[in-house]
């Protein structure tokens, strides 16, 4: 079959993005408006401004990635978009254009799952084939999934409490670094300079032997190492701490997540072993795989107990309009379609 082409559309959360992708995994052209700068003062994402901003940049960003990829809307074979789940104003600024777009010139539509796009980007441009289990860490989720197929999704395991990536931004404005798009990278970094043995966190659920996730008690934890931190410097509550201080707190709070999701990922593969031994495949998707250490750590699991380990492109792991538009292939490559329309897709290509 000749490969055709999809313009996906990504506006759940605090980014625009759109990309035009085609079914060999080839990104022909994408572009991404960031919102970092609006959310900055707030410390986190306020909806109406994120929903105004998708609005405001949603054609040029359309334009820009179809200009990238030289082509005319015209030429696409169909147009995917992110339909949930996520902020429902900035869901809806996606799907209105996403409609719009099909409607006027008679393209397919595809919806996607956010979450299922995360998983799907593993898939693109590797050698990855089902079945496999997926870690899935995100601003808005954290979850264990065993993957079957397109659509096929068992979760074996979840938070009980907050994701990853909200802990991570949490502790950014603890330490008062840039949140703006979020916190991780700058967690990350400061990290990279220092020692994580210094200030002594917990890590979570020692007790129980299962692959489910809390963050709360070490947000928590964190909170007043910080507190205690400025009390032994002699900081005023408001007042900033010296930036070693700022990075060892970094650093423990990094190593402790990174022991906690290590825990948990293991017993998972003891579990696969034993009632799924078919499984030897580990993928880690979502912003927070953009995260260096946390690839390191995992694939040194997957190392010892032989099993393969899969990653997306670190710039491709946080939201982008290429996971709509891959999803949305894989969609359509396996006759998965919300709107019958589709069919023209599949009657292209046969
Ligand atoms: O997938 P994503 O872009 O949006 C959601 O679907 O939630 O994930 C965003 C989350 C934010 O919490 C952000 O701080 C975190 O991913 N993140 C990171 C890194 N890059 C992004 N966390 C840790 N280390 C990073 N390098
Ligand atoms: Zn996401």
């Known amino acids: ?19 035009v992708v085609d079914s060999t995994g080839r990104i022909l052209g994408e572009s991404l408006a960031s919102q970092a ?6 410390g986190g994402i306020v909806p109406g401004l994120a929903r105004e901003a998708h609005a405001l940049n949603i054609q040029s960003t359309i334009s820009d990635a179809l200009n990238k990829a030289g082509m005319d809307v015209t030429e696409v074979d169909a147009v995917a978009v992110t339909v949930g789940p996520g902020l429902e104003i900035c869901l809806r600024v996606g799907c209105e254009a996403a409609k719009t777009l099909a409607i006027t010139h008679s ?13 799907l980007m593993s898939r693109l441009n590797s050698s990855l084939e089902f079945p496999f289990l997926s870690l899935l860490v995100s601003g808005g989720h954290c979850q264990l999934l065993r993957c079957d197929g397109i659509g096929e999704y068992k979760v074996v395991g979840g938070t009980l409490d907050d994701s990853l990536g909200e802990a991570y931004d949490k502790v950014a404005r603890m330490l008062n670094l840039p949140v703006g798009g979020g916190g991780g990278p700058a967690v990350e970094k400061l990290a990279l300079k220092g020692d994580p043995t210094v200030v002594k966190l917990p890590v979570p659920m020692q007790q129980r032997k299962d692959c489910d996730f809390s963050f709360a008690g070490l947000k928590n934890a964190f909170r007043m190492a910080v507190g205690k931190m400025k009390e032994i410097r002699g900081i005023e509550e408001g007042g900033d701490l010296e930036e070693q ?15 906690h999701l290590s825990q948990r990922i293991k017993y998972a593969i003891n579990n696969t072993k034993e009632d799924a031994p078919s499984i030897n495949k580990l993928v880690v998707v979502g912003g927070v795989a953009a995260n260096k250490a946390i690839r390191e750590s995992l694939k040194r699991i997957c190392d010892d107990n032989e099993w393969e380990f899969f990653v997306p492109e670190a710039r491709l792991c946080t939201d982008n309009g290429v996971m709509a538009a891959w999803a949305g292939i894989e969609k359509i490559n396996c006759r998965i379609s919300d709107v019958a329309e589709t069919q023209e897709v599949f009657a292209r290509y046969p």
């Open 1 to 19: 079959t000749s490969p055709f082409t999809v313009l996906g559309i990504e506006t759940s959360c605090d980014d625009t993005g759109v990309a």
């Open 245 to 259: 201080d700022k990075a060892d707190l970094a650093a423990s709070f990094q190593n402790v997540a990174i022991k």
């Open 37 to 42: 700068s609006i959310h900055e003062n707030f």
């Open 107 to 119: 393209k397919p539509f595809v919806g996607v799952h956010h979450l299922e796009a995360h998983i």
